[in-house]
T-cell receptor, first 115, second 117 residues
Framework: GNSVTQMEGPVTLSEEAFLTINCTYT??????LFWYVQYPGEGLQLLLK?????DKGSNKGFEATYRKETTSFHLEKGSVQVSDSAVYFC??????????????FGAGTRLAVHP | GAVVSQHPSRVICKSGTSVKIECRSL??????MFWYRQFPKQSLMLMAT?????????EQGVEKDKFLINHASLTLSTLTVTSAHPEDSSFYIC?????????????FGPGTRLLVL
């Protein structure tokens, strides 16, 4: 079946540190891959996405590359800020979702950035 | 951006009662909304897809008579947890689907925390 595994948190970093949050997936064919972010007290927001192998999604300094060979979609940022503190969810949408973007989520990784 | 609200944000109820959770798209219309459930430190799990004007489509293992979904308008979907029990305590999150320029995006609500005593 389809599933997403991401590293357990919390991840605690100092401001301006390099961030990596690992995400691997299991799926048939070529799913679309997503990173969502949830700030305290708010809903999930789409951070970036990639729809085919070797695509790189990027937004707000965050990047993730769709790696078919390793079934991974690791999230990276070169220099984190305190305002990046949130919970990050990796998700996939299977190839055949019945006509809409059915999402399967990882457990989420909490990131805490301190000054 | 598109905003989705949920009401209430948290609710405590007694076992055996029913609880209704509302999901509203505030500045757009959504023919399709989704309901998710999240247990502590676990994934969001899709419960059902709510389509305006038709019956909801439930995921395998989700009891449709337990979790009643009504999508009566293009801006409102409701989830009613009937005869709630402590094991129904969870975080319920909705999302609304927007299709624009062949790109599909889900906008999520802030979630509703349900505690059944």
């Amino acid at each position: 079946g389809n599933s997403v595994t991401q590293m357990e948190g919390p991840v605690t970093l100092s401001e301006e540190a390099f961030l990596t949050i690992n995400c691997t997936y299991t799926a048939t064919g070529y799913p679309s891959l997503f990173w969502y972010v949830q700030y305290p007290g708010e809903g999930l927001q789409l951070l970036l996405k990639a729809t085919k192998a070797d695509d790189k999604g990027s937004n707000k300094g965050f990047e993730a590359t769709y790696r078919k060979e390793t079934t991974s979609f690791h999230l990276e940022k070169g220099s984190v800020q305190v305002s990046d503190s949130a919970v990050y969810f990796c998700a996939l949408s299977p190839m055949f979702s019945g006509g809409y973007n059915k999402l399967i989520f990882g457990a989420g990784t909490r990131l805490a950035v301190h000054p | 951006g598109a905003v989705v609200s949920q009401h209430p944000s948290r609710v405590i109820c007694k076992s055996g009662t029913s609880v209704k959770i509302e999901c509203r798209s505030l500045d757009f219309q959504a023919t399709t909304m989704f309901w998710y459930r999240q247990f502590p430190k676990q994934s969001l799990m899709l419960m059902a897809t709510s389509n305006e004007g038709s019956k909801a489509t439930y995921e395998q293992g989700v009891e449709k008579d337990k979790f009643l979904i009504n999508h009566a308008s293009l801006t409102l979907s409701t989830l009613t947890v009937t005869s709630a029990h402590p094991e129904d305590s969870s975080f319920y999150i909705c999302s609304a689907r927007v299709l624009a320029d062949l790109q599909e995006t889900q906008y999520f609500g802030p979630g509703t925390r349900l505690l059944v005593l």
